[in-house]
C-alpha cells in the first residue's frame, strides 16, 4: 500500500498501535492536540510540536520571515491552548538552505522573538541544519496545566452542546487572495497571524465547562470528526449557525463560505462541547463578554455519524474534507 492510499490519519493510526503507553505518568499520548505527562502532584506537563515545510504549509511569495516565524510559534501555542493549558517552553529547530540571506533568518528569529514575548513564551534551545532544497522550521512547545484541568478530544458524550469561538473559514479564504495577488486586508491576516485562544482555553478548563476541545487547524469538518473519533459519538451541526465573519461573507471567491468553514482550516479557533448542565454557565460567560463562542450543534450517538442541517432543515452527511497530508 502506498502512503498516498493511506493518507495522513491512516498512518498516524498505525504508528499510534504500534507505541502503546507504558508508562502511567503519561496522561494522554498520540492523538490529541498535545501529550500530557504528570510531572508533580497536581501539574501537568504539556508538549507540542509542529512541522513547517516550504512547499507544503508555506509558500514564501505570500508570506514574510517575520510572519512565518510568528505563525510558526503561534500554530503551537494553539494546540497548547486547545488542552486548556498555558504555553512556556519552546525549542526552535530550523533547515536551511544556503541562499537564505542572513538577514532574512534575522527576520524570521524575530517573529518568533515578538510572539515569544507575547505569549511570555521562553526560548531554551533548539537545532540548526543546512538544507538541499526547502526551509523548514519544526518548534516543539511545553506548556502546563493543573492535572484536573486537561482538556481533551476524548470527552465529548451524546447530548452535550458543540461550541466554536469566533469565525471560520477566514484564513483559507485569505490565502486564496494572497494567491489573487491581494495583500492586506482582515482575510489575509487571519491567514498570516492567526490569533490562539489561550485565554478561552484556560477559562473554560479552570472552569471545568468543556468536557472536549481541539483547535480547528485541519476545517471544522476534519477537527470535529477527530472528537467525534477519540470520544466515538457522532454529531449534527447546522449551517446556518456556523459563525462566519462579514469579511468572508463579502469576499468574491471561488467557493462558498461555508465551504472554507468546513474544509478551509488554519483558522485556529476552538471547537469544544459542553455538557447539559454547564450550558447556562457558558452562556453566562458568552453575555458578560468573558467568552467568544458561538453553539452550532449537537453531540449524538455514534452510530448516526456526523450530520449537517441545511438552510431547508435538510440532513446530509458531513465528510471530513479539510486538509490531509498525503493526498
Same mark, same amino acid.
Given at each position: 500500500?502506498?502512503? *498516498?492510499?493511506?493518507?495522513?490519519?491512516? /498512518?498516524?493510526?498505525?504508528?499510534?498501535?504500534?507505541?502503546?503507553?507504558?508508562?502511567?505518568? %503519561?496522561?494522554?499520548?498520540?492523538?490529541?492536540?498535545?501529550?500530557?505527562?504528570? %510531572?508533580?502532584?497536581?501539574?501537568?506537563?504539556?508538549?507540542?510540536?509542529?512541522?513547517?515545510?516550504?512547499?507544503?504549509?508555506?509558500?514564501?511569495?505570500?508570506?514574510?520571515? #517575520?510572519?512565518?516565524?510568528?505563525?510558526?510559534? @503561534? %500554530?503551537? !501555542?494553539?494546540?497548547?491552548?486547545?488542552?486548556?493549558?498555558?504555553?512556556?517552553?519552546?525549542? =526552535?529547530?530550523?533547515?536551511?538552505?544556503?541562499?537564505?540571506?542572513?538577514?532574512?533568518?534575522?527576520? @524570521?528569529?524575530?517573529?518568533?522573538?515578538?510572539?515569544?514575548?507575547? #505569549?511570555?513564551?521562553?526560548?531554551?534551545?533548539?537545532?540548526?541544519? $543546512?538544507?538541499?532544497?526547502?526551509?523548514? =522550521?519544526? =518548534?516543539?512547545?511545553? $506548556?502546563?496545566?493543573?492535572?484536573?484541568? !486537561?482538556? *481533551?478530544?476524548?470527552?465529548?458524550?451524546? $447530548?452535550?452542546?458543540?461550541?466554536?469561538?469566533?469565525?471560520?473559514?477566514?484564513?483559507?479564504?485569505?490565502?486564496?487572495?494572497?494567491?489573487?495577488?491581494?495583500?492586506?486586508?482582515?482575510?489575509?491576516?487571519?491567514?498570516?497571524?492567526?490569533?490562539?485562544?489561550?485565554?478561552?482555553?484556560?477559562?473554560? *478548563?479552570?472552569?471545568?465547562?468543556?468536557?472536549?476541545?481541539?483547535?480547528?487547524?485541519? $476545517? @471544522?469538518?476534519?477537527?470535529?470528526?477527530?472528537?467525534?473519533?477519540?470520544?466515538?459519538?457522532?454529531?449534527?451541526?447546522?449551517?446556518?449557525?456556523?459563525? &462566519?465573519?462579514?469579511?468572508?461573507?463579502?469576499?468574491?471567491?471561488?467557493?462558498?463560505?461555508?465551504?472554507? +468553514?468546513?474544509?478551509?482550516?488554519?483558522?485556529?479557533?476552538? &471547537? /469544544?462541547?459542553?455538557? +447539559?448542565?454547564?450550558?447556562?454557565? %457558558?452562556?453566562?460567560?458568552?453575555?458578560?463578554?468573558?467568552? *467568544?463562542?458561538?453553539?452550532?450543534?449537537?453531540?449524538?450517538?455514534?452510530?448516526?455519524?456526523?450530520? !449537517?442541517?441545511?438552510?431547508?432543515?435538510?440532513?446530509?452527511?458531513?465528510?471530513?474534507?479539510?486538509?490531509?497530508?498525503?493526498?
Amino acid at each position: 500500500m502506498k502512503l *498516498s492510499e493511506l493518507g495522513e490519519i491512516g /498512518f498516524l493510526k498505525k504508528i499510534e498501535a504500534s507505541l502503546p503507553l507504558s508508562d502511567k505518568s %503519561v496522561l494522554l499520548g498520540i492523538g490529541d492536540d498535545a501529550a500530557a505527562v504528570r %510531572v508533580s502532584r497536581g501539574k501537568t506537563l504539556l508538549s507540542t510540536t509542529d512541522l513547517l515545510t516550504e512547499g507544503i504549509h508555506f509558500d514564501l511569495k505570500y508570506i514574510s520571515f #517575520y510572519q512565518l516565524g510568528a505563525k510558526a510559534l @503561534l %500554530v503551537n !501555542i494553539s494546540d497548547i491552548a486547545a488542552m486548556g493549558g498555558i504555553p512556556r517552553y519552546a525549542l =526552535i529547530v530550523i533547515a536551511v538552505p544556503d541562499n537564505i540571506k542572513v538577514a532574512e533568518l534575522n527576520e @524570521l528569529y524575530r517573529g518568533i522573538k515578538k510572539t515569544a514575548s507575547s #505569549y511570555k513564551v521562553s526560548i531554551i534551545g533548539g537545532d540548526t541544519s $543546512g538544507s538541499k532544497n526547502s526551509l523548514t =522550521i519544526n =518548534i516543539t512547545l511545553l $506548556g502546563e496545566a493543573k492535572q484536573g484541568n !486537561i482538556v *481533551s478530544r476524548g470527552g465529548a458524550r451524546p $447530548g452535550d452542546k458543540i461550541f466554536v469561538t469566533g469565525t471560520l473559514g477566514d484564513s483559507s479564504a485569505g490565502l486564496e487572495l494572497l494567491k489573487k495577488g491581494k495583500r492586506s486586508g482582515y482575510l489575509i491576516q487571519r491567514h498570516l497571524l492567526p490569533a490562539p485562544r489561550v485565554k478561552e482555553g484556560v477559562f473554560l *478548563s479552570k472552569n471545568r465547562l468543556a468536557a472536549s476541545m481541539i483547535d480547528v487547524s485541519d $476545517g @471544522l469538518a476534519t477537527d470535529l470528526n477527530h472528537i467525534c473519533e477519540q470520544s466515538k459519538v457522532g454529531a449534527i451541526i447546522y449551517e446556518d449557525k456556523i459563525p &462566519l465573519s462579514k469579511e468572508l461573507k463579502k469576499a468574491k471567491l471561488k467557493k462558498s463560505p461555508l465551504n472554507y +468553514a468546513l474544509s478551509g482550516g488554519e483558522d485556529y479557533e476552538l &471547537l /469544544f462541547t459542553v455538557k +447539559a448542565s454547564y450550558i447556562k454557565k %457558558v452562556y453566562n460567560a458568552i453575555s458578560k463578554g468573558r467568552l *467568544s463562542a458561538t453553539m452550532i450543534g449537537e453531540i449524538t450517538e455514534m452510530k448516526k455519524g456526523m450530520l !449537517i442541517v441545511d438552510g431547508k432543515g435538510q440532513k446530509m452527511p458531513l465528510l471530513p474534507t479539510g486538509f490531509n497530508h498525503f493526498r
